[in-house]
């Protein structure tokens, strides 16, 4: 199981840190990714890390988010700086050992092994 954290409301220019937890079984020997849905619009892939800890971003977010991993806590967490409007949705991570640029292409919770239940972020001053 994962659940998000982290969400809430920040001011343009401001930052946010999200986590992913998993509970029941080790995130290890999955690559894990991160998505949001902004109202109206399509889950988009954001981030992914690989279980070597490779990261891939999209191109709105590269330079301004960083994903990371720690195996230890089995938390994954996506580091928001220099918050957008644009950025504000329910974000959301997946696991599935499916490879990253494949994650990130998802657009539902159809796909992929495991979800979580999403944490909402708002932008706005």
């Known amino acids: 199981q994962l659940a998000e954290s982290g969400g809430g409301l920040a001011q343009p220019g401001g930052s946010l840190t999200l986590s992913c937890a998993a509970s029941?079984?080790?995130?290890?020997?999955?690559?894990i990714g991160w998505f949001r849905q902004g109202p109206g619009k399509e889950r988009e892939g954001v981030s992914c890390?690989?279980?070597?800890?490779?990261?891939r971003y999209i191109d709105s977010v590269r330079g301004r988010f960083t994903i990371s991993r720690d195996a230890a806590k089995n938390t994954v967490y996506l580091q928001m700086n220099d918050l957008k409007s644009e950025d504000a949705g329910l974000y959301y991570c997946?696991?599935?050992?499916?490879?990253?640029?494949?994650?990130?292409?998802?657009?539902?919770?159809?796909?992929?092994?495991?979800w979580g239940q999403g944490t909402l972020v708002s932008v706005s001053s």
């Open positions: 029941g079984s080790t995130l290890d020997y999955y690559n």
């Open positions: 997946a696991a599935d050992q499916s490879w990253c640029e494949a994650i990130m292409r998802v657009t539902s919770s159809t796909y992929l092994e495991r």
């Open positions: 890390i690989s279980t070597s800890g490779t990261s």
